[in-house]
């Protein structure tokens, strides 16, 4: 059976594949970012899963609507199982000092929450995934985001420095304001050199309550 899995990508992208092929292209939409199901690569190395071309994503056949949703779905699931989740503390990345590795939403495995006390609230914790290439798919793995509240205790600012990875923030540590200029500043340097990898200048803050990544609106900066 084919498998597939999920790739981020900017809505520009999107939109110069959908140029590329009349055909399907399942994707769902979040905010600016894009989610488009591809084919798993016969060797999955992290050249080929950061990869994305249109022979990845094209459909000959067109998909109903629930038929799509299992797909999504499955192709979800199948990121995680490929690609587990990675939190770093952004501080000790030069060293390769790995907080949590590997599928640290086991609920069965306990973690100090207090060690990241010491994280800089202009650093925050960078969210990725096991082969460091289209690490942004993590936020939207199953029970990720309750996790990363568990560990922080705390809701957090959610923003993506690239389609690699996502930066996470305690809202006890940092201001909306502090987060969207720091978001804002990276990707005005890094687009430069990788504009395919850019995602969006967006700040999403996850509640609890409702366990729901939500946007930030510009009126709360």
Known sequence: MEEFILKPVCR????????????SIIYRCFGD????????????G????????????????????????????????????????????TERLESKDLLISGDFTDLSVLYDRYSFGKTSSRAGLRLTTSCWCGGAISVFYPRVLDRIFYILDSEFYVTFTSVHEARIHAVRDATSHEVHDAIVNWNRIHRKS??????????????INRHELQEVEYADW
């Open 12 to 23: 520009s992208v999107l939109e110069g594949l959908l140029q590329s092929w009349n055909g």
């Open 46 to 89: 992290p050249d080929n899963l950061m990869n994305l071309t249109i022979d990845d994503v094209k459909f000959i056949y067109p998909y109903e609507d629930h038929d799509r949703d299992l797909l999504f779905s499955r192709a979800l699931l199948t990121s995680k199982a490929m690609m587990p989740p990675r939190l770093y503390d």
């Open 194 to 207: 990788a504009p395919e990898e850019y995602l969006t200048d967006k700040v999403y803050r996850y509640c």
């Open 33 to 44: 970012i894009r989610l488009v199901v591809a084919r798993l690569p016969d060797n999955p």
